[in-house]
């Protein structure tokens, strides 16, 4: 079975960085490569939604809330997945998740709290 991991959330204050990482076992050594992993964030109260997403070709998605600001990358090698945040925002705060599509389900790590505040 397929496990995500996240790690490297924190507290900041805005303008602040931090990067997050997901690491993932489970998936066969020839397949990592093509996979795809997405970020995730929920903030208290709110619906989760889509921060970033990152292909096997390494073509990239983001947020326009986020763009700019957030750079997601990959580490085949590794098996790691990075999101790499930048000046960041208040309303950045969120529990953030790293995501893969899978099959019956879809997988999802325990996710990663974020906390800008001054």
């Known amino acids: 079975q397929v496990q995500l991991v996240e790690s490297g959330g924190g507290s900041v204050q805005p303008g602040g960085s931090l990067r997050l990482s997901c690491t993932a076992s489970?998936?066969?050594?020839?397949?990592?490569?093509?996979?795809?992993f997405g970020w995730f964030r929920q903030a208290p109260g709110k619906e989760r939604e889509g921060v970033s997403c990152?292909?096997?070709?390494?073509?990239?998605v983001y947020s326009d809330s986020v763009k700019g600001r957030f750079t997601i990358s990959r580490d085949n090698a590794k098996n790691t997945v990075y999101l790499q945040m930048t000046s960041l925002k208040l309303e950045d705060t969120a529990v953030y998740y790293c995501?893969?599509?899978?099959?019956?389900?879809?997988?999802w790590g325990q996710g990663t709290r974020v906390t800008v505040s001054s």
């Open positions: 995501y893969a599509p899978g099959w019956p389900f879809d997988y």
């Open positions: 990152i292909r096997g070709d390494e073509s990239i």
């Open positions: 489970g998936i066969p050594s020839d397949y990592f490569p093509l996979y795809q």
